[in-house]
């Protein structure tokens, strides 16, 4: 079975860094791109960023370039979303996702909420 | 970057009745189309890619069409169970969600 399993709720204060984690599980982990979708509270859902896991080769939404910073570890199968300085508008439910039906996104995770507040 | 919107914003129908959402692309997206539906308190599910193929386990009441910039979702025969929001999203171009269908209970 082809899983995404997204690491715990996170608090945090502005200007902190944080990473949150997906780890997949039931298919090669290399053999599919893995994207990360925003979705603020109440509000839809906003691509982020994708990642090929073979080479790392990444492309970002332009809302999101230079604002985080997605990465893989191969050797743990684990995909990670970054960020160097949080802001309160960073609060928002964070989904990772398998790209896996003709680059539609076909297995997600169960999501990390990120809270961050003074 | 292509931007997608949604029509309507939120849609009221009866349960046993068809569900016809929309959803246009700034540009032609070829048919690089998915629709997701997102239930409260859970991660989205993706229910058609290229426009109208059905995903693994989606019921046969789902239906997708439309290619280039015009796309439809219908529901053929509204269950409890469908009344949620729906996105549709881009990837002919990166990736590009709309903002969303509401179809709640008339």
């Known amino acids: 079975e082809v899983q995404l399993v997204q690491s715990g709720t996170e608090v945090k204060k502005p200007g902190e860094s944080l990473k949150i984690s997906c780890k997949i599980s039931?298919?090669?982990?290399?053999?599919?791109?893995i994207g990360w979708v925003r979705q603020m509270p109440g509000k839809g859902l906003e691509w982020m960023g994708i990642?090929?896991?073979?080479?790392?080769?990444?492309r970002y939404s332009p809302s999101f370039q230079g604002q985080v910073t997605i990465s893989v570890d191969t050797s743990i199968s684990i995909a990670y979303l970054q960020w160097s300085s949080l802001k309160a508008s960073d609060t928002a439910m964070y989904y990772c996702?398998?790209?896996?039906?003709?680059?539609?996104?076909?297995?997600w995770g169960q999501g990390t909420m990120v809270t961050v507040s003074p | 970057e292509i931007v997608m919107t949604q029509s309507p914003a939120t849609l009221s129908v009866s349960p046993g009745e068809r569900a016809t959402l929309s959803c246009r692309a700034s540009?032609?997206?070829?048919?690089?189309l998915a629709w997701y539906q997102q239930k409260p308190g859970q991660a989205p599910r993706l229910v058609i890619y290229?426009?109208?193929t059905r995903a693994t386990g989606i019921p046969a009441r789902f239906s997708g069409s439309g290619s280039g910039t015009e796309f439809t979702l219908t529901i053929s025969s509204l269950q409890s169970e469908d009344f949620t929001v729906y996105y549709c999203?881009?990837?002919?171009?990166?990736?590009?969600f709309g903002p969303g269908t509401k179809v709640d209970i008339k």
């Open positions: 039931g298919y090669k982990f290399t053999s599919h791109w």
């Open positions: 540009q032609s997206v070829s048919s690089d």
């Open positions: 999203q881009q990837y002919n171009n990166r990736w590009v």
């Open positions: 290229g426009a109208s």
């Open positions: 996702a398998r790209d896996g039906a003709d680059d539609a996104f076909d297995v």
């Open positions: 990642i090929y896991p073979h080479d790392s080769d990444t």
